[in-house]
């Protein structure tokens, strides 16, 4: 028990730095920034949310909080874009919140659409950055990092309290690393 507190305790520190280097660097830029990735995070983070109150896991909750609010802010910078990206956002939100009013009905089902959800937040920008490796200068490579380490510490949570929470690590771990590695490869080419 010992354990997994130590281990919610860093997961909710980590999820609340993670998605700020992020939100940083798309002031600056929103070049290489996956819209899908920004839809698929808020969404996440709103399933994470009601199956932790669901489940009364305080800490759960807590970590999904900060998140939510960095992807409502990279939300509303890739809005302020193209209007194909605000229509595609505003029904990303709307979908989100029809979603979760209907998951929420069963738990099962709550858990099966966040595990699934969660496990693909990364995917848009790993294809993103996969195809495009050098126009990556509005991707944060330190939020991928501490992606990498929460989802490590979520893993290793999950693990020890509830393996519904330790599921989508298991995809969000390795391409968190794989999309930091091509991150920082990118901008440190741009450089020479």
């Known amino acids: 028990m010992m354990l997994a507190t130590a281990l919610g305790v860093l997961g909710v520190v980590l999820n609340q730095l993670f998605i700020w280097p992020q939100v940083a660097r798309a002031r600056r830029s929103l070049v290489g920034l996956s819209p899908g990735t920004v839809v698929a995070g808020w969404f996440a983070r709103v399933l994470w949310s009601v199956y932790?109150?669901?489940?009364?896991?305080?800490?759960?909750?807590?970590?999904?909080?900060?998140?939510?609010?960095?992807?409502?802010?990279?939300?509303?910078?890739?809005?302020?874009?193209?209007?194909?990206?605000?229509?595609?956002?505003?029904?990303?939100?709307?979908?989100?919140?029809?979603?979760?009013?209907?998951?929420?009905?069963?738990?099962p089902v709550l858990a099966v659409v966040a595990v699934a959800v969660a496990a693909v937040v990364n995917l848009p920008q790993l294809v993103q950055v996969l195809r495009d490796p050098e126009r990556v200068s509005g991707v944060s490579s330190l939020m991928y990092w501490l992606i990498a380490a929460a989802s490590a510490t979520w893993l290793g949570y999950g693990a020890v309290t509830d393996w519904v929470i330790a599921l989508p690590h298991l995809v969000l771990l390795p391409s968190g690393v794989i999309v930091a590695v091509i991150a920082t490869r990118g901008r440190a080419a741009g450089r020479t």
């Open 52 to 107: 932790a109150v669901l489940v009364a896991d305080l800490k759960l909750a807590l970590g999904q909080v900060p998140i939510a609010l960095g992807f409502l802010i990279l939300a509303v910078l890739l809005g302020r874009g193209r209007v194909e990206t605000r229509r595609f956002l505003v029904i990303g939100v709307v979908g989100t919140a029809v979603v979760c009013a209907a998951a929420s009905l069963s738990r």
